[in-house]
């Protein structure tokens, strides 16, 4: 399979626990990004990297979350101090980087997280 | 505001028939325009993108955009029950890669 996988596909904590969810985008693909999507919304973007660079990120992106991409692979997203809100499908998009106008992002399957 | 309104739904349309989904958007910046899919529980696939005015067909699917009015639609011809599902807009601005996401509209195909 080629596509963008994520680990792991479900985490339950209990509120305040870390947690750490891992994003392996399509292996020609250098812009990679972090959407949060909860119940009746669209996904939310957090983040992205093009190669190993976090360019930018959303004000939705508290003190308590931390992104990574070291070697411009595959990226993590930590949650710090959990707490029921962050309760979400976490989701991870790749894309090729070419600045093309119809560069199109595709999606992972998906973190779903629960704090208890 | 938000930045992209879709009709939450349900949109419930018999099979056969023409499903029309629609989306206005607020920034006239914007450049490209997509339409994702999402089943219950999985995450979004993309259906098709649009740049240009006017109309984009690929097999069931037709992509209408027009910038003047701030609106771009998607019409599925021939509905199937498997097309039953949220349809998710997108629209990415000129001065940044990320896309910003609608609510989405939730489609029903009844038999």
């Known amino acids: 399979d080629t596509g963008v996988s994520q680990n792991p596909r479900h985490k339950i904590t209990k509120r305040g626990q870390n947690v750490t969810f891992r994003c392996d985008p399509i292996?020609?693909?250098?812009?990679l990004y972090w959407y949060r999507q909860t119940l009746g919304q669209g996904p939310e973007f957090l983040t992205y990297?093009?190669?190993?660079?976090?360019?930018?990120k959303s004000r939705l992106l508290s003190d308590r979350f931390s992104a990574e991409r070291p070697k411009g692979s595959f990226s993590t997203l930590e949650i710090q101090r959990t707490e029921q809100g962050d309760s979400a499908m976490y989701l991870c998009?790749?894309?090729?980087?070419?600045?093309?106008?119809?560069?199109?992002?595709?999606f992972g399957p998906g973190t779903r997280l629960l704090v208890l | 505001q938000k930045e992209v309104e879709q009709n939450s739904g349900p949109l419930s349309v018999p099979e056969g028939a023409i499903a029309s989904l629609n989306c206005t958007y607020s920034?006239?910046?914007?450049?490209?325009f997509f339409w994702y899919r999402q089943y219950s529980g999985k995450s979004p696939e993309l259906i098709m993108f649009i740049y240009s005015n006017g109309d984009k067909e690929d097999g069931r699917f037709t992509a209408q955009l027009n910038k003047a009015s701030q609106y771009v639609s998607l019409l599925i011809r021939d509905s199937q029950p498997s097309d039953s599902a949220t349809y998710l807009c997108?629209?990415?601005?000129?001065?940044?890669?990320?896309?910003?996401f609608g609510s989405g509209t939730r489609l029903s195909i009844r038999p």
């Open positions: 990297f093009q190669n190993e660079a976090q360019l930018e």
């Open positions: 997108a629209v990415k601005y000129s001065s940044a890669s990320k896309i910003i």
């Open positions: 920034d006239r910046g914007s450049q490209s």
């Open positions: 998009a790749s894309s090729a980087g070419r600045g093309d106008i119809g560069e199109t992002q595709y």
């Open positions: 292996s020609e693909h250098n812009r």
